[in-house]
């Protein structure tokens, strides 16, 4: 079954720093990468989809990166704010017809001042 | 904005007892999903339609969960009876390509 490990459970920085994620993966390799965006008691939002032959994708202060030789995607945020403070998720699509998602369990991140 | 729309937002019920949740998704979104959560872990795929057409329901604990999308918009999810261990956040998403799926606010379920 596939296996998907998120750095940890917390991340905590200063705000205007960097803040790096970690999603790793085992078994197959996903066509897809997405990552996500939780706030407490609330969906995720879709941030970033990355695909296999891709390295990099930015948005604005966000960028992600996906290498399937070491079966792992970073999720950065440059010059983080408090309102970023969120759970991130990572969310990896086989490139089965039907799309369907498997979710790692997040990283919460918080940004304090 | 267009979202996905879910009720109720909280729920709490004994065990034992029948529940259903609802959820309206984006307009033209054929795909439609129900997600468990439970608190600490990522969501996980209960059931995924196609328009109407169940495309996906290998994860769903067919004695007790039933989902039906019967015009193909808006969906049911129901529970019964429901158990303690199926206190969780269940969530609705919808989406019109493979690419990014949309969910809704969820409903939290508490089983007493």
């Known amino acids: 079954s596939q296996k998907i490990e998120q750095n940890s459970e917390a991340l905590n920085i200063q705000e205007g720093k960097t803040a790096t994620l970690t999603c790793n993966y085992t078994n197959y390799s996903p066509a897809y990468l997405q990552w996500y965006r939780q706030d407490p008691g609330r969906g995720p939002v879709f941030l970033l989809l990355i695909r296999e032959n891709e390295k990099e994708k930015r948005k604005e202060r966000l960028k992600v990166t996906f290498d399937t030789t070491l079966k792992q995607s970073l999720f950065h945020i440059t010059a983080s704010q408090p309102a970023d403070s969120a759970t991130y998720l990572c969310a990896l699509d086989r490139g089965s017809t039907l799309g369907r998602l498997y979710f790692g369990r997040g990283t919460q991140l918080t940004v304090w001042p | 904005e267009a979202e996905v729309a879910q009720s109720p937002r909280y729920k709490i019920t004994e065990k034992s007892q029948a529940v259903a949740f609802w959820c309206d998704p984006i307009?033209?979104?054929?795909?439609l999903y129900w997600y468990r959560q439970i608190l600490g872990q990522g969501p996980e795929l209960l059931v995924q339609f196609q328009d109407e057409s169940v495309v996906d329901d290998s994860q769903l604990p067919k004695d007790r969960f039933s989902a039906e999308r019967l015009k193909g918009v808006d969906s049911t999810l129901k529970i019964q009876p429901a158990e303690l261990g199926d206190s969780a956040m269940y969530l609705c998403?919808?989406?019109?390509?493979?690419?990014?799926?949309?969910f809704g606010p969820g409903t939290r379920l508490t089983v007493t």
């Open positions: 998403a919808s989406s019109v390509r493979r690419d990014e799926q949309y």
């Open positions: 307009s033209g979104h054929a795909t």
